[in-house]
């Protein structure tokens, strides 16, 4: 193992409970029928859908499937975002608008955007999508993954082999060439996940230097998962996906949580060269998705 390789302390046993009311496991059933099935939909679909839309188009029908696919699987989406975050792409039912004007696949001229988030669970990555779809950055491993791993290869996932630190250079490359075209591309450099009750994982620097070789924005996002009543609503360990937590096991637990509440929080853009290096934006990063100042009003809250 490399010692770069990130590493959380985070374990099913310690991490991943519900801790709070259960869905009987028949309806837990039917939700998980409901979303695999809607996640294989998108899959075969996507190659379709790559070559008939428009990039307007492809962008406003992937937010409102992620969402739609977070929501078949039992979990509630909550988005908040300051004014100043909101930007003008076009709204879907639970997704706040992200940066004016940019999108996943590029358009040649525009300036592209690093979407960088908070690592917890499989459910992340749709969750995202809800509100800044794009290219995502994620280890070789997910490319196996039954639904979700053809979803993300025809997606455009840009993979890397962490296990490799000479792949690292070839990697940090290709992040900043997607940039330079105008992509969004979606990173979580904590490189784990984390259960989210602890103040997580360092924010690894790589993805950053292709943000400031490509002179990109980087675009914070916070992801919390709630649960219980909203009067009393803690953190969801149902969500976290952390350790050797099959996930198989992931998808029952998520979906026989009832009251499972997504939050995530769309944060000010921060320009990639307004700081001396890659670790100084790292950390810069790192501390606004971290920081209590996040937690602003909510904009919209949707069942």
Known sequence: MSHWLPTSSCTPAGCAGTGGPARHPVPAAALLLAGCVLTLTGALFAPLVLVLLGRGPRERLIRCWAYAVVRA????????????ARGGLPAVPGAVPGAPGRSGGGDGGAQGVLVVANHVSWLDIPLVATVCPGRMLAKSDIRHWPLLGPLAALGGTLFVERERLRALPATVGAV??????????????????????GPGGRFRPAAFQAAIDAGATVQPLRIRYRGGPPENRGPAGAAAFVGD???TASLWRVVTAAGLTAEIRVLPQIPADGLSGRRALARLVQSTVASDSANLPAESVHH
């Open 176 to 197: 900043a060439s997607a940039l330079r075209s105008g992509s969004r591309v979606v990173v979580f450099p904590e490189g784990s996940t984390w259960c989210g009750r």
């Open 245 to 247: 937590d099959p996930l």
């Open 73 to 84: 699987f039992g979990v509630r989406v909550r988005v908040v975002g300051p004014p100043a």
